[in-house]
């Protein structure tokens, strides 16, 4: 109940903030065209930009924390990368898996 009430309270205070932007950009430049939409989504659109960034470098913060080494990391994916594929030449679905390191 305390998360739906977050979101209601975040989505209110989102469309407050909206439309006073909205009418401030239509009271400066008035309304011979949609400014006041153009500049929220110019805006939002950047704001979204700068959160997504924060997230992805946090996701990548932690990924590096628990591999200790980016370097280890890459390894590992390469590897499955390139013999992924040819595990399942043989259609031996265990094998392959086996052959990988997932299944012991």
Known sequence: MNQLLAIAFGGACGAVLRFLLSSGVYQWLGRGFPYGTLAVNIIGSFLLG??????????LAIAYEKTNRIEDAKKAYMRIRDEFPRSFQGRDVEKSLATLGVLD
């Open 50 to 59: 700068m959160l997504t960034e924060a997230l992805i470098l946090q996701r």
